[in-house]
């Protein structure tokens, strides 16, 4: 493969790896900040549940493939860059990327589970820390470490733009 060549793959991996991480950071940071404080206002802890679940249901079958699009795409890009010094960024943006299954699991898991559990109206998770936190205030916690899934894209998007600028072919 040329240079040529490899330079044009490259490209079109980093647009494509750098595009899915910025919809993403955009999407989770837009619901962590905007749609989950409005629903906060909502008197009615089953609706807000409700609400919650919503936007979880969308997101649990929107964002993992995207994060594996967005982690991939920078994955190669690291191993097509590999002879630079600059595969190092592409392969922290990808990891970025894939970071976020990971982290909702250990971070969100516990919230998820209360969540669901009140959504469903039956026993909550064993943690007595969460069963005593009122609907709106579990909604917060998932809100703000939510955002933190965000920040992991917009990372990867900075660390992905950062390599491709200082790519020499």
């Not at 991939?72 to 592409?90: C, D, E, I, V, W």
């Not at 998770?125 to 709106?136: H, I, M, P």
């Amino acid at each position: 493969m040329s240079s040529f060549d490899s330079y044009s793959t490259v490209k079109t991996l980093f647009v494509l790896g750098t595009t899915t991480a910025a919809f993403c950071s955009g999407g989770l940071l837009f619901t962590s900040y905007m749609h989950m404080p409005a629903y906060l206002q909502n008197p009615s802890d089953d609706s807000l549940v409700t609400q919650w679940r919503t936007q979880f249901d969308r997101g649990k079958f929107g964002v993992p493939p995207l994060a594996l699009i967005a982690g991939g795409a920078n994955l190669l890009n690291s191993y097509l860059t590999r002879t630079q010094p600059q595969h190092y960024r592409f392969m922290a943006a990808g990891a970025l990327s894939l970071a976020i299954v990971p982290f909702t699991l250990v971070a969100l898991g516990s919230t998820n589970a209360e969540l669901h559990a009140r959504v469903e109206k039956r026993e909550g998770s064993t943690d007595k820390r969460l069963r005593n936190l009122s609907a709106k205030e579990l909604v917060q916690r998932w809100s703000n470490r939510s955002a933190v899934r965000g920040l992991f894209f917009l990372a990867s998007t900075i660390l992905s733009c950062d390599a491709m600028l200082h790519l020499t072919f």
